[in-house]
C-alpha cells in the first residue's frame, strides 16, 4: 500500500486507481496454428479489444501481464508483454503468470491445432490430391483457469465470439466454462466488429445479461474495466490477505 | 514514346528508364482461404520481397499493376493496386489487368481451399471432435499465364519457396509451369528469409542457375528488375509492334 502511494503520488495520480495492487492477466488477439514452415491456420482478431482491456485496467492502476498472439494493432503501453503463436504457448504463459486477481481472456484462440505440423513444406502432388491435415483439440484456457483451485482468480471473465443466437450461446458458454462472466458479441461478417474499431457486447454475469450499446472499443474496455474494479472491491489482495 | 519522353522530362529523369512503356503484372504477399467467418489458412509472406520488386520495376519507368494479398508491409507507390484475400481473387485480378509485357508472381498462393467455408462459425462439439475440412486445390496461376496464346506475357517470372533441394525442385517447377524464369529461395525457417529483411535466391532460366549472394530484398527486387529490362530490351511494346 506505501509501495502504491508512493507511485500515485510519483505518477501525478489522483487516486483513482483502484486497481492498485491488483494483478490481472489479459489475453488478446489470435492464434497462429503451424501446418508447415510456411502455412498456418489464423484468424481475424486484430487484438483491438484485447489491447483496449490491458490498457484500460492500467489506467486503474492494475498491473498487468498482457499474453498476445501475432495481432495486427501494437501492444499498450505499461504491461509485462508475452508473445506467444500458438493456442498452447498461450497456455502456457498464463499458467505462467499466475497468481493473478482477474484473468480477462480476450484472445480468440484457435480450438483446434493440426496434430503433425509437417517439418517440409508440404508439396502438391501430381495428382492434385489435396493434403490431408489430422486436428487436435487444444487444451481450454478458460475452463482450466476457471477451475476452482488456490491459483483460481478471483474473477475470471470470458469472450464468447458468436455468429449465431449470440446471447444463448455465450449463457450456455459461461455455465459450461465455469467462468464468472462473458463478454458476448457478435463477429458476424456483416456487423464489421472482428477486425474493425466498435463492439457491440452483452455482459453475461450469474444474475443475468446486460447488453451495452454499440461503442468504440476503448469504451467497452474502460466499462469493464471499472466493472471488474467494483467487482475486486477495494484494498489490494495483499490488504485482503493480512 | 512523346508521353514517354515528357513524362521523363517532368520527372527530371535523365534517361535511364528502360522500361518506360512496358506494362508489368506484379503479385505480392500471402492470400487467405476462409474456413468459416472468422478462420482462415495463411502463410509466412509478408510481401515484401513482391513490394521491392514493384518499386525496382516503377523506377525503371514500367506501369505495374500490383495484385496484393493481405501483406504486413506496406503497399509500393506509384502503382495500379488491386488488393484480394484468396488466390481465386488473385487468379482473377491477374486476368483482368492482361495484356502485359511481363510478369512477376511473387505471392505465395496458396495451393489448396476449403471446398466449402462455413457460413457460421464451427463450434466445438460437445465430443471434441475436429471438424472434417474439405480442400479443393485452386486454379495455378503461373501455369496458367505461362501458356502460350495471344495473352501470354512475353517475360513471366515465377517464384519458388522452397524448404528442400531449392534449385532442384525449382529447376523441375520451372520446366512443369512453362514460364521463363523461376526466382528460387529457401524458406526454412532458420534462414530467417520468409518475413525477414534479406533473400538469397538463385535465377533460373531456360540456360541454367544463377545463385546471388545473400542481400537485401530491395537489392535482389533492384537486379531483377534491371535483367528484366535486358531481356524486353529497348522500345516500347507499342513500338515493336509498329
Known amino acids: ?14 487516486g483513482d486507481r ?4 491488483r494483478h490481472v492477466i489479459v489475453t488478446s488477439g489470435p492464434t497462429h496454428e503451424p501446418i508447415d514452415p510456411v502455412r498456418y491456420i489464423a484468424n481475424r482478431s486484430s487484438g483491438a479489444q484485447g489491447t483496449a482491456i490491458a490498457q484500460a485496467l492500467v489506467a486503474l492502476g492494475a498491473r498487468v501481464t498482457f499474453v498476445t498472439g501475432p495481432a495486427t494493432v501494437p501492444p499498450p503501453a505499461g504491461v509485462d508483454l508475452r508473445a506467444i503463436e500458438t ?8 499458467e505462467g503468470a499466475l497468481p493473478a486477481d482477474a ?14 505440423p509437417a517439418q517440409g513444406k508440404i508439396k502438391k502432388d501430381r495428382n492434385g490430391a489435396p ?14 483457469l476457471s477451475r476452482p483451485g488456490p491459483d483460481r482468480p478471483a474473477l475470471v471473465v470470458g469472450f464468447a465470439a458468436e455468429t449465431d443466437d449470440v446471447i444463448a450461446n455465450a449463457t450456455a458458454k459461461r455455465a459450461r466454462k465455469g467462468c464468472d462472466w462473458i463478454v458476448a458479441n457478435d463477429v458476424s461478417p456483416g456487423t464489421g466488429i ?3 474499431a466498435e ?3 452483452t455482459l453475461i454475469r450469474a444474475d443475468g445479461a446486460e447488453t451495452w450499446e454499440r461503442m468504440s472499443k476503448p469504451e467497452v474496455a474502460a466499462r469493464l474495466a471499472r466493472r471488474m474494479a467494483e467487482a475486486l ?4 489482495a495483499e490488504e485482503a490477505a493480512q
Open 87 to 94: 493456442a498452447e504457448q498461450m497456455r502456457q504463459a498464463v
Open 1 to 14: 500500500a506505501i509501495v502504491d502511494a508512493i507511485r500515485a503520488a510519483l505518477s501525478g495520480d489522483t
Open 233 to 236: 472491491g477495494h484494498g489490494t
Open 103 to 116: 484473468a480477462v481472456l480476450a484472445a480468440a484462440v484457435a480450438d483446434w491445432r493440426i496434430e503433425s
Open 131 to 144: 493434403p490431408a491435415l489430422s486436428f487436435a483439440e487444444n487444451r481450454d484456457i478458460l475452463a482450466e
Open 199 to 201: 463492439n457491440a457486447v
Open 18 to 21: 483502484p486497481l492498485a495492487g
Open 194 to 196: 472482428m477486425g474493425g
